[in-house]
């Protein structure tokens, strides 16, 4: 293969000069990447003193002794003349547009265009486009383009009186003033331009003019392929017009690889945008496998014509790609310091003002903006590198998260962040040591807290925030988030010297710019401005973006995103200059980007020896549009035109990765856990825990043995089960304070509490478990339907009663474990049961149960469980015979728990032949049954799971109550031997769909 480009150029330019003239040659490239290369070759070749290379926007500036002025302070300085010239324009009305004029004139200067004359044809197009629409909102939208040439000449006039300059307007001060910057130059006396293509109008003045003094030699890349006729490929649109006109004297150099050289292309078909980096990395390995020595060389590119894919790449690459080196421009919106940015001001966005008993104001933050920002990179690196010596498998910032989430705390100010490490809520989480560290660490978060939850009140503050917050907080060093970081510290750096000078200068813009517009301002610079990751290191593989790789030459290149609306961009065209008047005047339009990136598409592929080309199969995915037009140039020209190029087709396929663990994820019941089972039958088991072990003895081993905790987040809705929980507690609250005060509840009890509904739901919702929940939204739609369920409820208790023709006589209600026996409705219930283990050692079994209601009427004994999920009386339909079911089905939970609750309560009166609950007594001879309200179908009336039928008829009511007991005993000593048999590992449910919303499966893999 023929040399590089670079290479023959550099030949070429010792060929042609002496030694002793080349420190008075300055070599001016299209970037800095080709500038590095280019030192490289002349270090190789020659000692000191050498020639000078520049990238040519390094270069014009430098000349002229002037450095580019910030893009913030550029706009700000347009807004001030605009303003002027149009006082009714505000300055967040100017910052949405202001990016775009600024460019316009950027690309009027490049282009050395006359602005008196294109602005003239402008206004009279706009005057045209008005005629008969003479109102004054029309009149107002079409003054904006008469007051663009008096903006133009006024912005560059105050520029100057302030030494500043955007790029376009030191290029064509260049061009207009080469005689006394270049052609009598004091430190060159020549000057060499190497691997340009498609110069603006400024640029190709400047090269004219050199070579036409003889000042200047030019060494163009090009190629046979660009000229040839009949072509659609514009690849040579630029080229072909230098060269017959003013470069054709010595047109250097002009190759014909691409329809000679011999070429291995693949067009390589993916299914979606992330598969791109993993063939990238399959295609390199591959030619690893043939070319042993490819990470030795410095021969390799992948170009990324998306920027937004270098993240995914690099994450794809194998670790044996590492030291690779990235050249590209990439936007700074796609980095950590951007997502840092935009999370501090939704921080400040959703706020609330609290008052405190103490008449105390303070501003309190939304909880999902603290736990995002607590998770970021570089809060969580902060800590890492305050506290290297140890750090706890719980980080601080994750503790804080896990205590908000655990305590659905929704808003809290910086006073209660600061609070948590000293709360006992958070300390009995805690072991000593982790404990200490965590008071430590916090005490080193503190500045960070105060900054971050700062109540912010002007642009100013907003500034010294994001100041103090770079001087504290950093990335990772040596990693690609230390350019973005970079970057923006330079624009508010820029944006502050220019703040603080209208100060002094102009007091009413300096009010003007609100905390609103500086964030305008500021995401319209991440929007247009892109951060330059340059690296100069030499690298077997180079990571690059297109315009990276002018000049450079690979012999082994992978292109991705080889699709429409990427390569090439899309046309969209954002200007105040109408496309025709563009094109009349000589500005670049989409056509002349389409042929630019055609030259370095092509270019890229001249002297390489393999390529992979890849692109997305068209769907609705992210970057799938059709086939890149040069992709299909490729396949229906150019390997027509060189018999040399092998070419295959192929989709790539990613066979998924199987993984063994779910399907055979078994815990075998060692004699540590078959010990903490008995220790838990001994100290209480309850139906739920049992349903658990029947349902998936999987998630029983997880939640029971070893108590893995289930990760919780804070949500701001009240939630099926918080919904669940809250009408419990309301109709329990009804139920005591009319049995306290009446004894008995009946229906005028009961119409009494119906007037009052709405009150008891929202007197609830101001206990502490639902104080941090604001009733509007979905929370409101809650409470009203709670307030539908009880009012529904109550009605159908009262219809119950004119049934039965007695009141309710209210026994127990919602019992809770406690030392309280004799608290009123609230007793222990609990009961032991004798189990011999298959050692033959006797376990006192302790079968617990909490029950939302014991109740008598008609003189039946009723457990009660209340439901606000879906219920149908098939749920508790007993089958024949009912041990499997009891026993092994994990549909049969609620007849499980209705079953052990009426066992409870059975052989406590069995026991004890009568019961004392308060003024309530209880014996064995009356009737005992279990059931269930349905709170959504108040219709069905108490559900009662019918045991009669599994215990045969003809009973007494205490041969009943013994025969059930004994059948009770039976079936959970089954359980029990299930759970305590070592043979029966714990593993997962067969029924998928119990999956559904269980806190483990992502351990599991369901």
Known sequence: MQSSFLEQSCNALLASFEPNQLARICILLPNRRSTFVMQQYLRQRLATPLPTCFAIDDFVPWVQQKTYTGSITLLLQLYEVFQQIDPRVTLDKFSVWGYILLKDLDHIDRNLIDAHQLFSNLQDVKRLEQWGKRTEKVMQYFQLWDNLEKTYFGFKQKLLEKEQAYPGMLYRSLAENMGTLLLNHPQYDHFVAIGFNALSKAEETIFQQLVKKQKMTTFWDSDSYYFQDPTENKAGLFLEKYKKTWASEQWRFESDALATEAKDLQIIQVVNASQQGRVANHVLKTWMQETPELLSEQKTVVVLPDENLLISVLHAFDPLFEGLNITMGVSIRNSSTFNFINLVFDLKQETKNYKSEAGKWSVKFNYRHIIRLFSHPFLVYFEQTQMQAYIPQTAYLQALVQFINRHNLFYLSLEDILQVCHLAEFQEHTSPEQFAYYLQTAEAFVPIFELLFEKWGNTEQVVHFFEQMIAQ?????????????????????????????????????????????????????????????????????????????????FDNVIVLSANENTLPKNKKYNSFIPLDIARGFGLPTYTEQDAVTSYHFYRLMQRAKRIALVHIAPSDTYGADEKSRFLLQVENDWVHRNPQIKLKNWIASFQQPQYKLPIELKIDKNPTILQKIQQQLSQGIAPAVLNTFVSCSIKYYFSQIAQLKDTRKANEDLGADKFGTLLHQILEDIFRRQAEKNGQVGIENLRQELEIVEDTVIENLKKNEYANYSITGENYITKEVAIAFVKRFLEAQIQEIETEGSPFEIIVLENQESTENERPFKPQLSVTMPYTTAQGDVLSVRVVGIMDRIDKIGGKIRIIDYKTGAMEPKFIQMKDPAEPQFTTDPDADKIRQLWIYKYILAKQLAEKRTLHFGKHTLSQEEKLCSGIYALRHTEEKLMELNTDQVIGQNHTEQEALQAFIQLSETYLSQIITNLLDPSQPFEKTSQVEICQYCAYKDICLR
């Not at 200068?505 to 340059?534: D, G, H, P, W």
Request: glycine letters at 4%.
């Open 473 to 553: 907080l950093r990335p990772e060093p040596d990693t690609l988030e230390q350019g973005y970081f970079n970057e923006f510290q330079k624009i508010v750096a820029d944006f502050k010297a220019t703040y603080l000078q209208l100060k002094k200068t102009n007091k009413a813009l300096y009010k003007e710019i609100s905390i609103r517009s500086f964030k305008t301002f500021l995401y319209q610079a991440f929007r247009n401005e892109t951060i330059e990751l340059e690296g100069e290191k030499e690298s077997a593989l180079q990571i690059m973006g297109l315009l990276e790789t002018r000049a450079l030459d």
